[in-house]
């Protein structure tokens, strides 16, 4: 039972099939979980507050600001919400409340824990709706927007509608939403392939210091890094994380190290050469530094200026070529307008187990944006191609490929 002592907090908005919400929190209640709901206005016409509340053994949280501040608390509530949960499931979801998450509006309690939970939690949306209106262009472009960005979308079923017609938009039974929390909450470490392994995972661009206030970097946010060390963690793995300057939170259970130049990554990385199993070169790393750094600030004494630059080490290639035969090396290949033959020669020339060719077009996939679309190229030189997905889903699916060598290596070892 995966929802023993797990938090639970269910986002109800205004449409028809809230009537069934009330037997959801039986159910959760039932196998141990704690539930808390947030409310709509809206939904409050379909369900009452009295009843939540009376199930959950909690108060219903509606408004950002309530009537009355008892405690410190009261004000600051759309936080601790977020902060508090282990997953957030939002059902029903109508179309406005779809599309207030889509444009990060958080003018109700609902918008606003939405913002607030872990980035790591599982966001699960029930939308339930009329047919006509799930799949208008607005909602299934922001379906879509939302499942790229973290989101579990549960499609509707077909049946009978509120309106008296039959088409797809039912929300799914109590029963049936009660199973889908459960496993998204379910510690799925147990049964992981790197559930003890030791992972390494370089994230962020590297800065080389030109003088004491310049330098040279690049755009790179550290968002897949930090997805998959998100990830690993939730497997079981124990991950240090070695990464440049960047403006995120360090995933919960990660052991954090920030660097900020080339050599810097690489002298934490050697640390840990011979304790991990598995290597992730995530970074961008900056393939040159100035030769010089100049101390204090450089000043425009001439019309032109140069900067001699020499190469950088490759922390990836540093770990790769001495690596022994059960540790992994994984890589990444960003390309603008390069083809998957150059991903390929990464492979053989850094010696990796795993290549992922990174398409970069600067809207969707690359650096700084919140998805993906990756080829991963392992040492078998099997392809496995991802369609456009969130970092975090493209992060599990890179570590499902991981665990699948992991096995076939155990397996070519115990022949
Ligand atoms: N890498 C590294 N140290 C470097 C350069 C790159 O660890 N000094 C790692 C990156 O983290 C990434 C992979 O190597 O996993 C990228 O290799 P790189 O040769 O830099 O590839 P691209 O920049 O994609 O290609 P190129 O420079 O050949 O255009």
Same mark, same amino acid.
């Given at each position: ?11 109800? @908005? ?35 507050? +009295? ?5 959950? =053994? ?11 501040? @008892?405690?410190?608390? !009261? ?26 998450? $889509? ?36 909602? =299934? ?21 509120? @309106? &008296? =017609? ?28 790197? *559930?003890?392994? @030791?992972?390494?995972?370089?994230? &962020?661009?590297t800065?080389e210091?030109i003088?004491?206030?310049?330098f040279i970097s690049n ?20 991950? $240090? ?13 990660? !052991?954090? +190290?920030?660097?900020?130049s080339t050599e ?11 304790? *991990? ?8 790393v900056a393939d040159y530094r100035p030769a ?15 900067i001699n630059l020499v190469r950088n080490p490759d ?33 053989? =020339?850094?010696?990796?187990? +795993? ?14 944006? !919140? ?10 030189? /099997?392809?496995? /191609? ?17 665990? /699948? ?11």
């Amino acid at each position: 039972m995966s929802l023993k002592d797990k938090n639970i907090l269910l986002g109800i @908005s205004g449409g028809i099939a809230a009537y069934k919400i009330p037997i959801l929190i039986r159910l959760l209640k039932k196998q141990g979980a704690n539930v808390r709901v947030v409310v709509t206005e809206a939904a409050t016409r379909f369900v009452t507050e +009295l009843t939540l509340s009376t199930l959950s =053994q909690e108060p219903v949280c509606k408004d950002i600001f309530p009537d009355s501040f @008892s405690t410190r608390d !009261d004000w600051t509530r759309h936080i601790s919400m977020g902060e508090w949960a282990d997953a957030y499931a939002i059902a029903p979801a109508t179309a406005n409340t779809i599309a207030k998450l $889509t444009a990060g509006v958080c003018d109700d309690m609902l918008s606003a824990s939405f913002i607030t939970l872990r980035p790591n939690k599982p966001r699960l949306i029930f939308p339930a709706m009329d047919g006509e209106m799930f799949s208008s262009a607005s909602v =299934q472009r922001n379906l879509s927007w939302l499942s790229q960005n973290g989101c579990t979308i549960i499609n509707p079923e077909s049946g009978d509608l509120a @309106s &008296g =017609q039959c088409g797809k938009g039912r929300m799914p039974e109590p029963e049936a939403i009660a199973n889908i929390i459960d496993e998204a909450v379910k510690d799925k470490s147990h049964d992981s392939k790197l *559930c003890g392994k @030791s992972v390494v995972i370089t994230a &962020g661009p590297t800065r080389e210091k030109i003088d004491d206030v310049r330098f040279i970097s690049n755009y790179s946010s550290g968002k897949m890094g930090f997805a998959l060390a998100a990830a690993a963690v939730a497997r079981g793995a124990g991950v $240090t994380l070695i990464t440049g300057p960047v403006h995120l939170p360090t995933p919960d259970g990660v !052991d954090r +190290l920030d660097v900020e130049s080339t050599e810097e990554m690489d002298l934490a990385a050697k640390q840990h050469y011979r304790s *991990c199993d598995i290597f992730i070169g995530a970074a961008a790393v900056a393939d040159y530094r100035p030769a010089n750094h100049v101390a204090g600030k450089i000043k425009k004494n001439s019309k032109t200026m140069e900067i001699n630059l020499v190469r950088n080490p490759d922390v990836l290639t540093g770990f790769s070529k001495q690596k022994t035969l059960h540790q992994l090396a994984v890589g990444f290949c960003l390309e603008t307008e390069g083809n998957l033959q150059n991903a390929r020669e990464k492979l053989t =020339q850094k010696k990796l187990d +795993l290549v992922a060719y990174n398409t970069f077009d600067g809207k969707t996939s690359g650096f700084e944006v !919140d998805t993906n679309i990756l080829t991963l190229i392992d040492k078998n030189l /099997e392809i496995h /191609e991802l369609p456009l997905l969130s970092k975090k889903e493209a992060a599990e699916r890179m570590l499902n490929v991981i665990e /699948e060598l992991i096995s076939s290596d155990k397996k070519t070892s115990d022949e």
